[in-house]
């Protein structure tokens, strides 16, 4: 019985598709920059295998569709409309009524620690398990955390993101 190949989709993980088609790293690393960390072993052995290309394409300021028909064209799979709604977006004009610094328990700038090609998850979820009821962690990042966010609000967090200049300021409330 022959495996059937990887369908590439908004949900597949970068590693999945990596793994599967090695050669669309070039194709990743030539659509944006922000590709370039999947380079780093640790990045691309803890975000990518977390990561969804619906995730990733949030991170990489491109459209999931673009990304998704991009790589599917490349191996040969059709390139169909792709479905690229996200539970992943922030809206600096609508701010949640919960957003406020009073609230804020911790500031983390995970910058340092991922431009040092290391992964932050664990400790901002130390972090987050850290936190009192209604209180929050802000979480200030240089890339939309996508994975992060994704995991928090499966957890029951409550999460708001906005950029400024090239830093994501997110915050996470504990309910």
């Not at 609230?103 to 932050?120: C, D, L, R, T």
Request: hydrophobic share 40%.
């Amino acid at each position: 019985m022959t495996a059937q190949p990887l369908l590439i989709n908004p949900t597949t993980k970068i590693a999945d598709v990596l793994n599967t088609y090695p050669q669309l790293e070039a194709v990743l690393l030539e659509m944006s920059p922000a590709f370039a960390k999947l380079k780093n072993p640790i990045l691309r052995n803890t975000i990518a295998k977390v990561a969804s290309l619906q995730q990733a394409a949030i991170i990489a300021e491109i459209s999931v569709e673009h990304l998704v028909t991009t790589l599917r064209a490349k191996v040969g799979q059709a390139t169909e409309t792709i479905d690229g709604n996200s539970a992943v977006s922030f809206n600096q004009q609508n701010v949640p009524t919960w957003v406020t610094t009073q609230k804020v328990m911790h500031v983390y700038n995970a910058s340092p620690v991922i431009e040092a090609g290391e992964s932050p998850m664990k400790y901002i979820l130390d972090l987050c398990a850290k936190l009192e009821l209604g209180t929050m962690l802000e979480l200030q990042t240089p890339f939309m955390p996508a994975p992060i966010i994704d995991m928090l609000q499966s957890k029951g967090y409550s999460t708001y993101s906005y950029q400024k200049e090239k830093l994501y300021s997110t915050y996470i409330l504990k309910n």
